[in-house]
């Protein structure tokens, strides 16, 4: 597996993910971050049970299909690398086996003095079974209101939702359900972000 992405975009689009990743020990899989490649279309998800981050990315050529959950640091991986490259430059995310463990190698994509690209770091994979999410990103948008909402939750959605849109561009609420997910999407030049969160239930 391996994916080419803008420094900018890359950090961007692993703090989009990071505030919806599990922080449970007991639940591993939902700590990690699930790389997706299905019908050769890449998609990163996170999620706690109760809300859903899904970033898609615009077609990069892939034949094959492969999942993988990468460590929840590789947020602070990328990030550290692009401070010390520069966000203009390249990120390139390969997964490598050896020895049956999987791990993901993170490049910059500058060229040293060698005429290779420049690793930075590695980072671990979590060997489990990342919940299918597939078909709640794709359920029809319907509206049922009043509807309550964790206000922590829905304030780092939108967040996480403006940011990947990019400054002054829009984000677009597209339900809002009191017993269902309910889902606001933004996109910008690389992918589409797609965000899902649950009603809570009782209160005011």
């Known amino acids: ?16 993910l990071d505030s919806a990743r599990g922080r449970d020990r007991m639940r591993v899989a939902l700590s990690g971050v699930n790389w997706k490649i299905d019908m050769g279309v890449h998609s990163f998800t996170t999620t706690d049970s109760f809300r859903m981050h899904n ?21 602070n991986v990328v990030k550290a690398c692009v401070k010390a490259a520069g966000k203009n430059n390249t990120v390139v995310l390969e997964i490598e086996e050896k020895f049956s463990v999987r791990y993901c190698n993170v490049f910059i994509g500058t060229v040293n003095e060698i005429g290779a690209p420049s690793l930075f770091a590695a980072v671990g994979t979590i060997v489990n079974e990342f919940p299918e999410c597939s078909s709640i990103v794709k359920r029809s948008n319907d509206t049922e209101v009043p509807a309550l909402f964790n206000g922590q939750y829905l304030g780092a959605l939108v967040d996480a939702a403006a940011l990947w849109a990019g400054k002054d ?36």
């Open 55 to 75: 970033v898609t990315l615009n077609a990069h050529g892939a034949t094959y299909d492969d999942s993988v959950i990468l460590d929840g640091e590789i947020l």
């Open 169 to 204: 561009s829009p984000v677009t609420v597209e339900s809002v359900h009191a017993s269902k997910p309910s889902r606001i999407v933004s996109a910008n030049n690389y992918g589409t972000f797609t965000g899902l969160l649950m009603p809570q239930r009782g209160g005011k």
């Open 1 to 16: 597996m391996k994916i080419e992405l803008p420094g900018g975009a890359a950090v961007d689009m692993f703090k989009a």
